[in-house]
């Protein structure tokens, strides 16, 4: 029976160290082919008509002009007449032409009429939604109006988050290219194996008949799993023509129509003890995330308060559809959160760290893990020498402040299947059809793979990113990494049992008794007895090993699990004269169970935390009320943070026997959960108010200090 | 982006010759930095480009400290903020430079350029038109989305803001804009270049359909200390809030003579004498320069959501004058 389980600390020589991820040289230096970069033989360009009003019914289409235009192969009506469209930039007809300013003129000279219909794009005042307002039933847990009326501190707040769209650094799109009956589709997406079911489905074909292919993806964040209507309508425009068609968003279709994270609103009172123990919850939000509205974000978050009364709200809107945002509802339920446990803490001039550690025990299963990440994350940052009460009263205008949060997600994962294959040369691959986001997972496969070999990890081929290989998941919900680390360590593993028994003979020794190591394989306990890996494959003659492993396999033990807990603390300054917030340091600790890369996942956590800042400060989907359109569909009014705008970043894995123990937990979402609530905290905390708002631009930090009666 | 005629005359005599009367039909080429994107998002529709940058006489940057600065219009920012003339004499141009905070905006981008890109007006590049007004001409602004939008010279009906980073410093330094149109050249002072639209039809300078610009003559400081302070969010890539450029005549920590600018404020380069003569015959302190930007801003009119800017335009005086009278010039 091969060895399934990972192996103990003091023998791993590849997990959990720092490896460089594998493709960071072919990135790099340019040479890393994205969808986006791709070009087919005889391959036409898509563009689509898109509608210019938030709400509207088709009248008629009239594409006679534009089937006319040079370079012109195909025109196709999408949305018929009668058609009722929900968001403005959503598509209508779809054309292709053999360039793409060709393609651009055609879709231009489409004449379509619509009857517009009333719109809604603003829901920050929830009395003038109307119908469109959806009250969910009222939530409530233990006696909140009892806990209220004996509470000794009560403290009230008005919050709200914005709504953000993902915006892909490669835009959301497909090349779809027919070979006689048999569907290509080279997508930017999160799910090879996923994304072709909806081609099978929505094209009539057989399974058989699709194969998906994508090497390198430029960001999904959670938007890119589905075909979409460009990938389906693609895939029969180029059915039409003849010829493969590409379908790219452009930069304004990109953050128009291709997803948002939805917003929340909430009035929220809390009830505690002089100490700082903290008794009761009342929240009423809202919000929206399109035509869908928005359900409740996960309140109270992390906090399992005894007394709750929730009430919320989703508001249908015409802005565009939502899509889930790294960690779904959990950056906003923690924003919420996490500022009125501020705002109590200011109210009772006591030092959140001090309320939080107060109130350990309400944070679950993991609250002592939660209480070391605290006291680790206040040693980094020096919490203790630098925080003070609300307000920074040294003088100047520019003002100090510290800020905390902390947050879960579960991770578990996904389902996978890995194919190993040691062939006589030596050489080694494991093939899965999965995806690399850019978080490193080609690299933890080879990893995992390696270690469980007793190889170099230079000796393991990845082939990921085709449907022809064995099915793995799709990578959303941090349930990736937990996925095919478990595939490929049973399928490592059990390839290697095959191999132990083939050259068992000539080491003289039980297949059971052998274990591999160095490039070698031995006799446990016994260097000196050992071929050379080269040597032990040679004996396999012609013919290669080839083992499935898979995600579950409930039979061979469990490799990974679900379930985090993070913690992060914000250091800013605020200019008091210009409301501009500078992000001085941030503070990440994370637990995340066994880690297989250190490095790669550090690096997510810098990337975590640089996209926290962005929503903290700058990112907010900005629609006119009037127009029914978004004013900031491009990169210069949708505002992303440069290296100049992210500070000091200082991250801490937390490891040991707790993590190791747990197995593998996937960390794409946690660590972007806590940033905005830090981030909040931390300028409420230097400017003596809290800005309810995020992102926290200059106009709003100024609002707030006037309200409170001003700094200036 | 529609099909056009492409033209790189190599004379001005030749790049006049093939503008026309009708803006919007011919379009001038330089660094392209604001021309191109305002084609791809189909604001601007030319039939015909004119490339104007093998036009040799347009380049190039000479000093002489009896008749000043001499700056082609195809200088890129880039190249001002690096000469060495510049940062002694001129610091306010070239932090205004600095200001721009794409490098590839600065190395691509011109003096002529920044003067003539059209406004950051979200309505505007969002196909709304330049006075962003919707179909019965009713304004979009006004109860529409306009923290970005004008807090002086906002009677209407224009509301964006001049995006200009380097007017409101040639403005103070007192520098001429040279023109070059059939008739020949003809120089306008910095403040007379722009002008508030009426119509979507009009542009926000004041050259003519077959004109350019084609260089910007910048006199002698006579020692006056200058200086740019830009209030912007980020320090990547970011359009400025508000900033003032300043240019101080100073004996000692005294102020003789003064001249404020302020930029982003108002749909064009907005000088604001009361200031300058508030400021004159002081001493500069914190609370001079403070109580100077308070008087930069007495006629800021708030719409509905740009009230900061008036705070954000105070500071931008204030810092813009404690840095002025900290330098050397």
Redesign the interface.
């Known amino acids: 029976m091969a060895e399934y389980n990972w192996p103990e600390a003091s023998k791993r020589s590849l997990i959990g160290k720092r490896i460089s991820r594998l493709d960071g040289p072919e990135k790099v230096s340019g040479k890393a082919k994205y969808t986006y970069d791709l070009k087919r033989p005889g391959m036409l360009y898509g563009k689509m008509v898109r509608c210019p009003h938030a709400h509207a019914k088709v009248s008629s289409i009239d594409t006679s002009a534009a089937e006319k235009m040079p370079g012109v192969k195909a025109v196709k009506i999408i949305q018929d007449p009668g058609s009722e469209i929900q968001w403005a930039g959503d598509g209508v007809v779809v054309v292709a032409a053999t360039e793409e300013?060709l393609a651009?003129?055609a879709a231009?000279a489409v004449k379509v009429t619509y009857e517009v219909l009333p719109h809604l794009v603003r829901e920050e005042d929830l009395s003038k939604a109307g119908d469109r307002a959806k009250p969910a039933a009222e939530k409530v847990a233990g006696d909140p109006t009892k806990a209220f009326s004996e509470a000794e501190v009560v403290s009230e707040g008005t919050y709200s988050i914005a709504v953000i769209t993902h915006c892909c650094l490669e835009s959301h799109g497909q090349i779809t290219e027919w070979e006689g009956d048999k569907l290509n589709v080279f997508p930017s997406t999160q799910a090879v194996t996923g994304i072709g079911g909806e081609f099978v489905k929505a094209l009539g074909i057989p399974a058989t008949n699709v194969r998906v292919r994508m090497n390198h993806v430029g960001g999904g964040f959670g938007s890119k799993f589905n075909a979409d209507r460009w990938g389906i309508e693609g895939a029969r425009l180029a059915k039409l023509a003849g010829q493969p068609v590409k379908i790219m968003l452009e930069r304004?279709a990109e953050l128009m129509v291709a997803g948002g994270r939805p917003s929340s609103f909430a009035k929220i009172k809390m009830g505690a003890k002089k100490d700082g123990t903290i008794t009761a919850w009342e929240s009423n939000s809202w919000g929206t995330g399109g035509p869908g509205g928005a359900g409740m974000p996960p309140l109270p978050y992390v906090w399992q308060i005894p007394n709750q009364r929730m009430n919320h709200t989703g508001v249908a809107t015409n802005i565009g559809p939502a899509r889930a945002w790294r960690a779904p509802n959990h950056p906003q339920a923690c924003f919420l959160t996490m500022s009125a446990i501020e705002d109590l803490a200011a109210a009772l001039k006591m030092d959140p760290l001090e309320i939080c550690l107060k109130n350990i025990s309400l944070l679950g299963p993991r609250a002592s893990l939660y209480q070391e990440e605290l006291l680790k994350g206040a040693e980094i940052i020096e919490w203790k020498r630098k925080w003070h009460l609300r307000g920074d009263t040294t003088a100047g205008h520019i003002k100090r402040g510290l800020g905390l949060s902390m947050h879960t997600w579960g991770g578990a994962p996904h389902n996978s299947e890995c194919r190993v294959t040691i062939n006589p040369d030596g050489s080694v691959s494991a093939e899965l059809a999965s995806q690399d986001l850019g978080t490193g997972t080609r690299t933890v496969i080879a990893i995992v793979a390696a270690e469980t070999l007793g190889l170099p990890i230079e000796a393991i081929k990845v082939n990921i990113g085709d449907s022809a290989y064995p099915p793995s998941g799709g990578s959303g919900g941090s349930t990736t990494v937990g996925g095919v680390s478990s595939s490929t360590r049973r399928a490592a593993a059990d390839a290697l049992d095959e191999i132990f028994k083939v050259v068992a003979p000539a080491l003289n020794a039980d297949p059971a008794n052998l274990e591999a190591a160095g490039s070698k394989i031995q006799v446990k306990g016994d260097a000196s007895k050992s071929m050379t890996w080269q040597q032990a494959c040679s004996r396999l003659g012609v013919k290669p090993i080839r083992a499935n492993g898979k995600q579950p396999d409930p039979a061979k033990g469990s490799l990974a699990s679900s379930g985090v807990a993070g913690i992060q603390m914000a250091e800013v300054t605020v200019d008091t004269?210009?409301?501009?917030v500078k992000i001085e340091k941030l503070v990440s600790v994370q637990d995340m169970g066994l880690i297989i890369d250190a490095k790669t996942a550090e690096s997510q956590i810098y990337g975590a935390l640089i996209m926290g800042v962005c929503y903290a400060?700058?990112e907010e989907k900005?629609m006119?009320?009037?127009?029914g359109?978004m004013?900031?569909p491009?990169?210069?009014?949708y505002?992303?943070?440069?290296?100049?705008?992210i500070g000091t970043l200082v991250v801490h894995l937390m490891t040991g026997q707790e993590q190791d123990a747990r197995g593998v937990i996937g960390l794409g979402e946690p660590p972007v959960v806590s940033p905005g609530a830090a981030i909040s905290n931390a300028v409420a905390n230097a400017i003596g108010v809290r800005v309810p708002s995020l992102p926290i631009?200059?106009?709003r930090v100024?609002?707030a200090m006037e309200k409170k009666g001003g700094l200036? | 982006?529609?099909?056009f005629e492409y033209a790189s005359p190599t004379t001005k005599e030749q790049a006049v010759a093939l503008l026309n009367n009708q803006w919007g039909e011919t379009e001038v080429l330089a660094g392209g930095m604001d021309l191109l994107s305002l084609m791809k998002?189909?604001v601007t529709r030319p039939g015909r480009v004119i490339n104007i940058k093998e036009i040799k006489e347009l380049h190039g940057l000479q000093y002489s400290p009896s008749t000043g600065l001499r700056i082609g219009a195809l200088v890129t920012l880039q190249e001002l903020l690096e000469n060495e003339t510049v940062r002694k004499e001129y610091p306010s141009l070239a932090q205004a430079a600095e200001g721009v905070?794409s490098p590839q905006i600065r190395d691509l981008g011109t003096v002529g350029g920044d003067l003539c890109q059209r406004p950051?007006c979200?309505?505007f590049?969002?196909g709304?038109g330049l006075l962003a007004q919707?179909s019965s001409g009713k304004s979009?602004v006004l109860?529409?989305?306009n923290?970005?939008h004008a807090i002086l010279g906002n009677s209407g009906p224009a509301y964006f803001v001049n995006p200009s980073s380097l007017a409101p410093a040639l403005i103070a330094l007192g520098a001429k804009i040279r023109l070059f149109g059939p008739k020949g050249a003809r120089d306008v002072a910095a403040g007379q270049f722009f002008v508030t639209p009426k119509t979507n039809q009009e542009r926000e300078y004041a050259l003519k359909t077959n004109e350019i610009v084609t260089e910007l003559l910048v006199p002698p400081t006579g020692g006056a200390r200058n200086a740019t302070y830009e209030?912007r969010?980020?320090?990547?890539?970011?359009?400025p809030?508000a900033a003032a450029a300043v240019s101080l005549k100073m004996s000692g920590k005294n102020v003789t003579s003064a001249r404020i600018v302020l930029g982003h404020v108002a749909p064009v380069p907005w000088p604001v004498p009361d200031a300058e003569k508030f400021l004159a015959g002081k001493t500069v302190s914190e609370q001079v320069a403070q109580d100077t930007g308070g008087a930069a801003v007495t006629g800021a009119k708030r719409l509905s959501?740009?009230?900061?800017k008036v705070?954000?335009a105070r500071?931008a005086v204030?810092r813009a004058i404690l840095r002025a009278a900290e330098g050397g010039a």
């Open positions: 300013h651009e003129d231009r304004d004269e210009t409301g501009i400060l700058y900005i006119d009320q009037a127009t359109r004013l900031n491009n990169m210069e009014f505002k992303l943070a440069g290296i100049g705008d631009t200059p106009d100024l609002t200036t | 982006m529609r099909a998002d189909d905070t950051r979200w309505y590049r969002g709304f919707d979009l109860e529409g989305e923290k970005y209030v969010q980020k320090e990547a890539l970011d359009w809030l959501q740009n009230g900061y705070q954000l500071v204030k």
